[in-house]
């Protein structure tokens, strides 16, 4: 256990969350608002075609911004005029020192909004009650919503977010796996996989790893090995050292990626896996020397 703590301290990245599993988006919608100095909600003025202005302040802070300056494409201001309820969430952060779209700010999405401000102190106190509210709305119809919710709770701890694997259903899981243009974003979906308890969900995983150790390059392979990890537990551990700590030599990027996977785990995955981490690790140690 002090070589799987030594280890661990030494590789842990500053943030508990499984952001590493990336790649990933790693900026939400309710980080941006959360930072945003101005929020303002918007329309197209009707003196100026194809621009912008403010019909609706939701927070305002210091400095004073400049005036709302941005163009309004055709497809939005189509949907505009189309509907009056709708309009586009803006903001100004001194940080960039310029307004910038957000969001359409439809009627499902305004709700969330006004969530993401009236909890700003609430989430800090308590994040995992915002990963929580969030995973709320990880199967919504709406893109932006879900989208949101996948990043929100992509990045909490491994215990925390795989509380939500049934929140997706397992179709969806399995749509998104095999669209290549969604891979960045395969991440939270390999983690819910491994969670569906099917017997052909956890082969998929199995056959996954098997068949990405013989590439050099492979996407998503941290994310890969901590479902084989939850399906099969020590055995699970002992195939990804025979393919990657005991055998051919491996690059840097790969045996990060394992590492990573270890550690997920080691943190926020089942006790009775710990010492065969440790044991697992054990190669990594004595190479690093």
Not at 2 to 18: G, V, Y
Not at 143 to 164: F, N
Not at 219 to 241: C, F, H, Y
């Amino acid at each position: 256990m002090l070589l799987l703590a030594t280890f661990l301290l030494a590789s842990a990245p500053k943030s508990e969350a499984c952001q590493v599993c990336v790649p990933f988006p790693g900026e939400s919608l309710a980080d941006r608002i959360l930072a945003a100095e101005h929020l303002v909600l918007a329309r197209e003025n009707p003196d100026q075609p194809f621009t912008l202005q403010a019909i609706r302040t939701i927070r305002q802070g210091d400095p004073v911004p400049p005036p709302l300056e941005l163009f309004l494409d055709s497809s939005t201001r189509r949907q505009l005029s189309l509907d009056e309820d709708l309009s586009i969430l803006c903001e100004w952060s001194p940080g960039t020192g310029k307004w910038r779209r957000l969001a359409l700010n439809s009627r499902s999405l305004a709700p969330v909004v006004e969530a993401i401000l009236q909890n700003r102190e609430a989430w800090e106190v308590d994040p995992a009650a915002r990963v929580d509210y969030f995973a709320g709305y990880l199967a919504h119809e709406a893109s932006v919503l879900s989208d949101l919710a996948r990043i929100e709770v992509y990045r909490a701890p491994y215990d925390q977010l795989i509380r939500y694997a049934d929140r997706i259903p397992r179709e969806v899981l399995l749509e998104r796996l095999a669209n290549p243009r969604l891979m960045e974003w395969h991440g939270l979906d390999i983690l819910f996989l491994a969670r569906t308890g099917i017997p052909e969900d956890q082969e998929l995983i199995r056959e996954k790893v098997e068949n990405d150790a013989r590439w050099p390059v492979a996407s998503q392979r941290t994310a890969w090995a901590i479902a084989l990890i939850e399906i099969d537990g020590m055995a699970g551990i002992e195939r990804i050292s025979q393919l990657y700590l005991n055998g051919p030599d491996r690059s840097p990027e790969d045996i990060a990626a394992i590492r990573e996977a270890f550690r997920i785990h080691a943190e926020h995955g089942r006790p009775e896996l710990r010492d065969p981490i440790a044991n697992a690790i054990r190669p990594l140690e004595v190479g690093m020397r």
